[in-house]
C-alpha cells in the first residue's frame, strides 16, 4: 500500500521536474511519464481489492464473535473512509441512501458493546473464578 502512493507521488516529482529541465517532449521522457501513469491506474484496483478482502475478513470477525472490538473498531474505520470517499466522489445523498453512516457507527458500537454472552472472545476468556490460586 505504502508503495502504491509512494508511485502516485513520484510522478508527480518527475513531471515536474522534466518540466524544469525542458524534456517533457522527448521521447525518453514521454515512455517514463507513460510507465508512472499506468503505475497509477494500477493502484486502484489493487486499493480496491485491498478494502473488499478486509470488509470480508471484518465481516466474518464480528458475525463469528472473534476480536469483537479490534474488528468493531476497523470495520468501523473502513467504513467511515468509505462514507468520506463516496461523500466526496457522488455528494452526500448516495452515501446517506446506501446507509454507510449508520453502518459505521452500529460498527463502532459494536466495538463498544465489547463480547456477547455467545461469541468466540467470551468462550476465548478465562473464567473469572479460576485464577489458578489454590
Do not use: C
Request: charged share 10%; aromatic share 6%.
Amino acid at each position: 500500500m505504502i508503495g502504491g502512493a509512494l508511485a502516485m507521488s513520484s510522478t508527480a516529482i518527475v513531471i515536474r521536474q522534466l518540466g524544469e529541465q525542458a524534456e517533457l517532449n522527448r521521447t525518453h521522457s514521454r515512455i517514463a511519464i507513460g510507465i508512472l501513469l499506468f503505475q497509477d491506474l494500477a493502484f486502484v484496483p489493487l486499493l480496491a481489492w485491498t478494502a473488499t478482502v478486509a470488509e470480508t475478513i471484518l465481516g466474518a470477525a464480528l458475525l463469528g464473535g472473534v476480536y469483537t472490538r479490534a474488528a468493531g473498531f476497523a470495520s468501523g474505520v473502513l467504513l467511515s473512509l468509505f462514507a468520506i470517499g463516496m461523500t466526496i466522489g457522488t455528494g452526500v445523498k448516495p452515501a446517506l441512501d446506501a446507509s454507510v453512516f449508520s453502518a459505521a457507527a452500529g460498527a463502532f458500537g459494536l466495538a463498544l458493546l465489547g463480547p456477547d454472552p455467545w461469541s468466540v472472545d467470551r468462550l476465548r476468556a478465562k473464567p473469572s473464578g479460576s485464577d489458578g490460586a489454590a
